[in-house]
C-alpha cells in the first residue's frame, strides 16, 4: 500500500510565524505535491515536484515556498503564516508514470491565529 | 483555467438505492480521470480512475466516461450509510510538459437508513 505521512494532523500557529509542514513517502514516487482545502474552494494545487531539488508553482503558490531534498520528502514552508492560511493542508504523491493517479497523506489542519 | 464542474449536492437517496454523481470538464486533451471519497475531516481516497470511454466497474462502483461530451460519472449501486461522503472528481491535466490533477469542489452524497 502506497503510504503518505504528514508531520502533524493539527497545529495552531501565531500570525508572523514560519511554519514547516512535512509531508513522507514511502513508495519510491517521483512526484509530490501540496494543496489546501477550503469549504466552498475545494482542493488547490500550491506547489508540485517531480524531482529531487526541483519545484514548481501551482494555482496559488503566493505566501508559500516548498523543500524537496530527498525523494521521499516534501516539505511546505509559511514564511511568515497569515490568518488567510488556516486551511487543511494535503500531501499526495504519485509515480509520475502511466495514469498519474494521486494518493493523499491523512492532511494537516494548520490554525493561524 | 482548466475546470472541472460538479453538483455541490447534497444528493440524498435512499438505503438499497443508485446514487448517480456527475462531473464535467473543460480540456479536452485530458486523458485520465479519477474519483476520490472524502469523509468529513479525512482526506481523499480513491476509488476509482477510468482512462477510456464506456463503463468500468469495481464492486458496487461505476464510473463512465464519454469524452466526446467531456463528462464522466460514479454510479454506486445498493448505497450504504456509510457512503455518506463527498465525492470529488479529478481530472488530468497537462501544461507545460507536466502532468497534474484538477479537482471539482466535490458532490456530498447522503444515504438515509
Known amino acids: 500500500d502506497v503510504k503518505v505521512t504528514q508531520s502533524s494532523r493539527y497545529l495552531v500557529k501565531r500570525t508572523g510565524e514560519k511554519v514547516f509542514l512535512e509531508c513522507v513517502q514511502d513508495?519510491?514516487?517521483?512526484?509530490m505535491f501540496w494543496y489546501r482545502q477550503d469549504p466552498g474552494l475545494g482542493l488547490r494545487l500550491i506547489y508540485f515536484?517531480?524531482?529531487?531539488?526541483?519545484?514548481e508553482k501551482g494555482d496559488i503558490p503566493e505566501g508559500y515556498s516548498v523543500s524537496r531534498e530527498k525523494k521521499e520528502r516534501f516539505s511546505l514552508i509559511l514564511e511568515s503564516a497569515s490568518t488567510n492560511q488556516t486551511s487543511m493542508y494535503l500531501c499526495?504523491?504519485?509515480?509520475?508514470?502511466?495514469?498519474?493517479?494521486?494518493?493523499f497523506g491523512p492532511g494537516t489542519r494548520l490554525t493561524v491565529l | 483555467q482548466k475546470e472541472v464542474e460538479q453538483n455541490s449536492g447534497p444528493l440524498s437517496v435512499p438505503e438499497g438505492a443508485i446514487a448517480s454523481l456527475n462531473c464535467t470538464y473543460s480540456?479536452?486533451?485530458?486523458?485520465?480521470f479519477f474519483w476520490y471519497r472524502q469523509y468529513s475531516g479525512k482526506s481523499p481516497e480513491l476509488i476509482m480512475s477510468?482512462?477510456?470511454?464506456g463503463d468500468k466497474e469495481d464492486g458496487r462502483f461505476t464510473a463512465q466516461l464519454n469524452k466526446a461530451s467531456q463528462y464522466v460519472s460514479l454510479l454506486i449501486r445498493d448505497s450504504q450509510p456509510s457512503d455518506s461522503a463527498t465525492y470529488l472528481c479529478?481530472?488530468?491535466?497537462?501544461?507545460?510538459?507536466?502532468?497534474?490533477?484538477?479537482f471539482g469542489k466535490g458532490t456530498m452524497l447522503l444515504v438515509s437508513p
Open positions: 499526495a504523491s504519485n509515480s509520475g508514470r502511466a495514469y498519474n493517479e494521486q494518493f
Open positions: 513508495m519510491d514516487h517521483e512526484n
Open positions: 515536484s517531480y524531482d529531487v531539488k526541483m519545484k
Open positions: 480540456d479536452r486533451g485530458s486523458q485520465s
Open positions: 477510468i482512462y477510456s470511454n
Open positions: 479529478a481530472v488530468n491535466v497537462e501544461d507545460s510538459g507536466y502532468s497534474t490533477l484538477t
